[in-house]
Each structure stands twice: as structure tokens, then as C-alpha cells.
């Protein structure tokens, strides 16, 4: 598992190396109103832009582990309710049969 994951590695550092070498050219991108950014190579607005997408995934990942970890408090919270009355309840039923 280690050297697929090493030849992985390898392979996407050659490509992005590559990519690197063959969009050195400086691009400025224009959004509305005017608005233009510092023209910086191409390679560095995709990495801009990967790298902006892993934060903003990281992110929403977390916050949906922090919402997932209150439900399954309460789903604990709600079967511990639940057994305390199925205790009680048999424990009535066993009383009342003595």
C-alpha cells in the first residue's frame, strides 16, 4: 500500500512540475465592474485555487462533523431514556407478578 501510494505521490508531483514549467505564462483574470487581479502565472492560480478549495471542503467537513456529533448526543441521550423505561417497565411487571 505504501509504494502505490509513494508512485502515486511521485506521479502527481511529475504532472504538477510539468504543469508548472509549461503555464509560466502570466494571466490576469477580470471579474465585473472592471475588477482585475495581478497577472501571476497560470500554475499559480490553479494551485490558488486548489489549495482554496481543500480550505473550504476542510471546513464544511468539520462543521458537519461537529452537527453529526450533537445528533448522535441526543440519539444517546434519547436510547438512555428509552432503557431507563423499559427498566421500570419490567421492573413494575416483576413486582406485580410477585
Request: hydrophobic letters at 50%; a positive charge.
Amino acid at each position: 500500500m505504501g509504494l502505490a501510494r509513494g508512485s502515486v505521490f511521485f506521479l502527481l508531483l511529475v504532472l504538477g512540475i510539468g504543469f508548472a514549467i509549461q503555464n509560466d505564462t502570466p494571466v490576469a483574470l477580470k471579474y465585473y465592474f472592471g475588477l482585475e487581479t495581478p497577472p501571476l502565472p497560470l500554475f499559480l492560480w490553479a494551485l490558488l485555487f486548489l489549495l482554496l478549495g481543500l480550505i473550504l471542503s476542510g471546513l464544511w467537513a468539520f462543521f458537519s462533523k461537529i452537527g453529526l456529533h450533537s445528533r448522535v448526543r441526543q440519539c444517546r441521550r434519547a436510547i438512555a431514556d428509552l432503557e431507563k423505561e423499559r427498566n421500570r417497565i419490567i421492573e413494575e411487571r416483576r413486582n406485580h407478578e410477585n
